[in-house]
């Protein structure tokens, strides 16, 4: 596992695809580097990409808050179906089937619904294009919901409508910023289809 950046109160790294991000990368990166190592946010198993890990209970604290309160900055790559509008800022309302592990856009609010928000440019057009995300909520399969319910699947994406042979979706975290101990810091990766 690559890892972009180390000291005593964090880690960053480029979590492989096929790892789960809550047990075996924490697991990885304290085999790797000793301690504890604590999950801050999450990336889906499937999904490869740059994630940051706190090293101490107070790092967790500071990485925590930075996130409830939208300080932390979650981009990523996409490799969508179609030709997606230039940009975009879309919102919708989702609700989560957790028995079958599915996300749907719902029309209006009622119990597990949640608000998501993400902002895009495309970066390039085709019958696969490539875009760039800016996450202003963090939902479970919020871009790959997204995307296929307009009619754009992540290609790789079985689970929410694409009919390819790619073996998982072309998503990837390519950048984090974040405010820490009085700076910001940024780190970024890109997967080789980008």
């Not at 990885?28 to 580097?33: K, P």
């Not at 198993?45 to 925590?64: C, F, I």
């Not at 609010?109 to 993400?118: E, N, P, S, Y």
């Not at 296929?148 to 009919?163: C, E, I, M, N, Q």
Request: proline share 5%; charged share 25%.
């Amino acid at each position: 596992m690559e890892i972009l950046y180390s000291d005593k109160e964090l880690v960053v790294c480029v979590k492989p695809v096929g790892l789960d991000s809550e047990h075996e990368v924490p697991a990885a990166l304290s085999e790797a580097l000793g301690g504890e190592i604590f999950t801050l946010h999450r990336l889906d198993k499937n999904v490869g990409g740059v994630m940051v890990y706190a090293r101490t209970k107070a790092a967790a604290a500071a990485l925590s808050k930075a996130i409830q309160e939208g300080t932390m900055v979650k981009e990523y790559v996409a490799m969508v179906h179609g030709t997606p509008p230039e940009r975009g800022d879309w919102e919708d309302l989702l609700w989560k089937d957790s028995k079958k592990n599915k996300v749907f856009v719902v029309k209006r609010m009622r119990g597990g619904v949640k608000k998501a928000r993400l902002e895009f440019v495309r970066l390039t057009a085709g019958e696969e294009s490539l875009v760039r995300i800016r996450l202003h909520t963090g939902r479970s399969h919020q871009i790959r919901v997204q995307f296929a319910s307009r009619g754009y699947p992540l290609v790789g994406d079985h689970k929410y409508g694409a009919k390819d042979s790619s073996p998982a979706p072309m998503l990837f975290s390519c950048q984090l910023t974040f405010p820490f101990q009085e700076e910001t810091l940024q780190f970024e990766a890109k997967p080789d289809w980008a």
